[in-house]
C-alpha cells in the first residue's frame, strides 16, 4: 500500500494531469456561455460547492485580498455575488473596482479566472435575491458587522439574538448595508489541466468590436 504523501514536503506534492483537452474549436462563441457549458460539467460531476469562487481586490492603499464567496448569478452582464458592503471586499471594490475571480474545479483539473470591474447590482436585485436566503441567514446579515474586530464569540451571539428577537413573527427586510456586486469582465480564461504541464489556457479578452481569444503558453 502506498504511504501518503508528507504534507511538509510541498516541491514533492505532484499530481499528473491530461484527462481532456482544450482546444479553440471546442470555445463557446462568448466566455459566459462557455462559462455555463463549464459549470454545468461540474454540477454534473457532483462537485461540492461548484459555485465557490476567490474574489481578489485592491484596497485604496494598493493592498491585496482575497477570500471565497459563492456566485449567486451569471449572465451576459457578468457574474454576481453578494455581500456587506461595509465589509473589507465591499469598501475595497467601492474604492477600487478592479476585481479578479478564481474558480478552482481542481476534481476537473481545471480552472477560470475572470478579470474585470464590479459595481453594484440594483437594490430591487439584492431584495429579490435577499428575501430567497434562509432566515438564519438573513439574521446573520443583521447580527455581523463583517470583517470588524469583535469582543469575543459571545458578543457576536449576543447582536444575533437581538436581531432574532427584533423580527420575531415577521419578515427580515434587507439590510441597508447589505447587497450584490456585478463582475463585468474584461477577459475570462479558461485552464485546463495536460500532461507534462503543458495545460491548456485559453483566453477571451473583450474589445471594442466583440469577444477575441487567444492561447496563452501553460
Same mark, same amino acid.
Given at each position: 500500500?502506498?504511504?501518503?504523501? =508528507?504534507?511538509?514536503? %510541498?516541491?514533492?506534492?505532484?499530481?499528473?494531469?491530461?484527462?481532456?483537452?482544450?482546444?479553440?474549436?471546442?470555445?463557446?462563441?462568448?466566455?459566459?456561455?462557455?462559462?455555463?457549458?463549464?459549470?454545468?460539467?461540474? *454540477?454534473? @460531476?457532483?462537485?461540492?460547492?461548484?459555485?465557490?469562487?476567490? *474574489? @481578489?481586490?485592491?484596497?485604496?492603499?494598493?493592498?491585496?485580498?482575497? +477570500?471565497?464567496? %459563492?456566485?449567486?448569478?451569471?449572465?451576459?452582464?457578468? !457574474?454576481?455575488?453578494?455581500?456587506?458592503?461595509?465589509?473589507?471586499?465591499?469598501? =475595497? %471594490?467601492?474604492?477600487?473596482? @478592479?476585481?479578479?475571480?478564481? !474558480?478552482?474545479?481542481?476534481?476537473?483539473?481545471?480552472? *477560470?479566472?475572470?478579470?474585470? /470591474?464590479?459595481?453594484?447590482? /440594483?437594490?430591487?436585485? #439584492? $431584495?429579490?435575491?435577499?428575501?430567497?436566503?434562509? +432566515?438564519? /441567514?438573513?439574521?446573520?446579515?443583521?447580527?455581523?458587522?463583517?470583517?470588524?474586530?469583535?469582543? /469575543?464569540?459571545?458578543?457576536?451571539?449576543? #447582536?444575533?439574538?437581538?436581531?432574532?428577537?427584533? !423580527? @420575531?413573527?415577521?419578515? *427580515?427586510?434587507?439590510?441597508?448595508? &447589505?447587497?450584490?456586486? $456585478?463582475?463585468?469582465?474584461?477577459?475570462?480564461? !479558461? &485552464?485546463?489541466?495536460?500532461?507534462?504541464?503543458?495545460?491548456? +489556457? %485559453?483566453?477571451?479578452?473583450?474589445?471594442?468590436?466583440?469577444?477575441?481569444?487567444?492561447?496563452?503558453?501553460?
Amino acid at each position: 500500500m502506498a504511504s501518503a504523501p =508528507d504534507p511538509d514536503q %510541498l516541491a514533492a506534492l505532484r499530481r499528473e494531469y491530461g484527462d481532456a483537452g482544450l482546444d479553440d474549436p471546442d470555445l463557446a462563441p462568448d466566455p459566459v456561455a462557455m462559462f455555463r457549458r463549464w459549470m454545468h460539467d461540474t *454540477v454534473v @460531476a457532483g462537485l461540492h460547492e461548484p459555485n465557490a469562487m476567490v *474574489v @481578489a481586490t485592491v484596497s485604496p492603499e494598493g493592498r491585496p485580498s482575497a +477570500r471565497m464567496v %459563492l456566485l449567486k448569478g451569471v449572465d451576459d452582464r457578468g !457574474f454576481v455575488f453578494y455581500t456587506n458592503y461595509e465589509s473589507r471586499k465591499g469598501r =475595497d %471594490l467601492d474604492a477600487r473596482p @478592479a476585481v479578479s475571480l478564481l !474558480f478552482p474545479w481542481h476534481d476537473l483539473q481545471r480552472q *477560470v479566472r475572470v478579470e474585470g /470591474s464590479a459595481s453594484r447590482v /440594483s437594490e430591487e436585485e #439584492s $431584495r429579490a435575491y435577499f428575501a430567497t436566503r434562509p +432566515r438564519a /441567514s438573513q439574521l446573520g446579515a443583521w447580527a455581523s458587522p463583517q470583517s470588524d474586530q469583535v469582543p /469575543s464569540r459571545a458578543e457576536l451571539q449576543a #447582536s444575533y439574538d437581538e436581531v432574532e428577537r427584533r !423580527f @420575531a413573527d415577521q419578515d *427580515v427586510p434587507l439590510p441597508p448595508h &447589505w447587497g450584490g456586486f $456585478r463582475v463585468h469582465p474584461d477577459l475570462v480564461e !479558461f &485552464w485546463q489541466g495536460r500532461r507534462g504541464r503543458m495545460h491548456d +489556457r %485559453l483566453v477571451y479578452r473583450r474589445t471594442a468590436d466583440g469577444w477575441t481569444t487567444a492561447r496563452l503558453a501553460p
